[in-house]
């Protein structure tokens, strides 16, 4: 590992304690926080965070959490409970002015206000990475936050509901097929989690079948999963074949307007449930920032997880790490950069609290090198893949590591123990087939019972039973 030039003791901005401005309040806003608190006091250096949401979200449990194997509040960390001795501000940032010190934030409600700092600290992350498809917009969900994860399963297990109440059998169709779009982590892993908690579910139907559902994977490539290889990549396939998931591969989805998808092969079909996990790109509000981005619109950073320019020359003031950022990968050699997943991103920020730390001590800064320990995946309830320290795990033994990995790096003793214990009562008594989709419409019940009492006059009636 090499050493970086030094800092000054303070940075120079005529405020006596340097405000330290975090942008985005996830996995790497909040562990840098966290290890910038516990290393200096309120009197070193103020710290601010800002992110629309009051929370962090562990995104690697989302599709157990679509799954009800744990309750969705427990997949993410509450700030203002985690982040004691930092001011939490719940915003939007929408420009950066680096140049100026000063970040504009947009907050749900009022007017937009600048915050000035002395050092900043990029945390913004990926949003979906999404295609001018025809209908896309308009009928397609993204499975990214707690919200999106709750709001999928509500989808699901609501469509069964209806349609175990439906007789037309073109609707009942329509609402039981459910399609995913992209065969990374996030689709494959969304994917094995609900069909599972849905197929188990259909015990609750006297009029639903498990074969009466049908789920649909389209992915442009070739393969599912590449990050594991071609060998446990194919078991993943052929177990969700087996399982009889419709595993399109080198498919386009070429539109799905109101729900009728056409794909590049040339088959159309109908389905109410569309879930685009097809990539993520860099935050593009970076692209409202004087920092300087590559081509795929990330922050360039040196190891050291300072924000660079394209000559090399550090940007004073500026760090970033995580997925909106392209660090270096030591350990894979010259011209890699780390891969956007948790793993990095956990540990980047606690590097990069550190050496924010030995920045303000004027000690010098130490060069971030992690080597992959390996990647888990779960399909679905004791089902499994993962690739550990070069070690082919498949089935109940990988689906045990996933589980165990993802304990340990969920923050929070707290949500270690609640996750536990979700896992304990859905193991004893069985997930809840609980749809909940009336949450987004809290209001309508209410509406309904304020307006006029139905006219008695002109009731319908039923047809008259034929042969009386
Ligand atoms: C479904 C799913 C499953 C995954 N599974 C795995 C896995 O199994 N293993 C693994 O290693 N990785 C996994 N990942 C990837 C991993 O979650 C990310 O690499 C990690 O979250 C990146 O951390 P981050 O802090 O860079 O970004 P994020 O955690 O995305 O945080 C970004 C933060 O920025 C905030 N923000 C966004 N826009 C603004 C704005 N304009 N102003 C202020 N704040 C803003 C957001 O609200 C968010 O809190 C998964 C991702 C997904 C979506």
């Not at 799954?67 to 939007?92: Q, W």
């Not at 990095?344 to 303000?360: E, P, T, W, Y």
């Not at 993802?406 to 997930?431: C, E, G, Q, S, Y």
Request: aromatic share 8%; glycine share 10%; hydrophobic share 40%.
């Amino acid at each position: 590992m090499t050493s970086s030039t030094t800092g000054t003791k303070r940075a120079a901005s005529g405020r006596k304690t340097p405000r330290i401005l975090i942008l985005g309040g996830g996995y790497v806003g909040l562990y840098t926080a966290i290890r910038l608190r516990k290393q200096m006091g309120r009197r070193e250096v103020a710290i601010v965070v800002v992110d629309p949401r009051s929370y962090m979200t562990y995104q690697p449990f989302l599709p157990e959490a679509a799954a009800g194997s744990i309750e969705p509040r427990h997949v993410v960390a509450p700030h203002r409970r985690e982040l004691k001795g930092t001011t939490v501000i719940n915003g939007r940032v929408t420009t950066i002015q680096h140049g100026e010190r000063a970040v504009e934030v947009t907050p749900a409600n009022g007017e937009p206000y600048w915050v000035r700092y002395d050092h900043l600290v990029l945390a913004l992350g990926t949003v979906a990475r999404t295609l001018p498809i025809p209908g896309l917009a308009e009928v397609g969900m993204g499975f990214k936050w707690v919200e999106e994860a709750f709001a999928l399963r509500n989808q699901v297990l609501g469509l069964m509901d209806q349609a175990s109440s439906t007789w037309d059998p073109e609707t009942r169709k329509r609402m039981l097929t459910f399609t995913f779009v992209g065969g990374g982590f996030a689709g494959i892993e969304a994917l094995g989690e609900i069909e599972d908690m849905a197929r188990a579910a259909t015990r609750d139907f006297d009029s639903i079948e498990p074969d009466d559902l049908r789920f649909v994977l389209v992915e442009a490539t070739a393969r599912i999963l590449p990050e594991l290889g071609d060998e446990l990549g194919g078991y993943a396939l052929e177990q969700l074949r087996k399982r009889g998931i419709e595993m399109k591969l080198s498919t386009f989805l070429n539109s799905c307007i109101d729900g009728h998808v056409v794909l590049s092969t040339g088959e159309e079909f109908d389905s109410d449930t569309i879930v685009w996990t097809a990539g993520v790109k860099a935050n593009p509000v970076l692209q409202s920032s004087d920092l300087p981005l590559d081509k795929m619109g990330r922050v360039i950073t040196d190891a050291h997880l300072r924000v660079i320019d394209e000559n090399g020359e550090v940007v004073a003031g500026a760090w970033a790490a995580g997925d909106c950022a392209a660090v270096p990968d030591i350990a894979q050699g010259d011209g890699k950069f780390c891969a956007p997943t948790a793993q990095h991103a956990v540990r980047q920020s606690k590097h990069l609290g550190d050496n924010i730390v030995h920045f303000l001590s004027a000690e010098p800064t130490v060069e971030y090198v992690h080597a992959n320990l390996g990647t888990v995946a779960s399909l679905g309830l004791g089902k499994g893949v993962a690739q550990i320290f070069g070690i082919k795990l498949r089935g109940p033994v990988a689906w045990f590591m996933h589980r165990t990995y993802h304990l340990f790096a969920m923050p929070t003793l707290n949500r270690k123990v609640r996750i536990m214990l979700d896992w304990t009562t859905a193991l004893l008594f069985r997930r809840e087939p609980v749809a909940l989709g009336g949450v987004t419409t809290p209001r309508a019940e209410f509406l309904a019972a304020s307006g006029a009492a139905p006219s008695r006059e002109n009731l319908p009636k039923p047809p008259a039973i034929s042969g009386s």
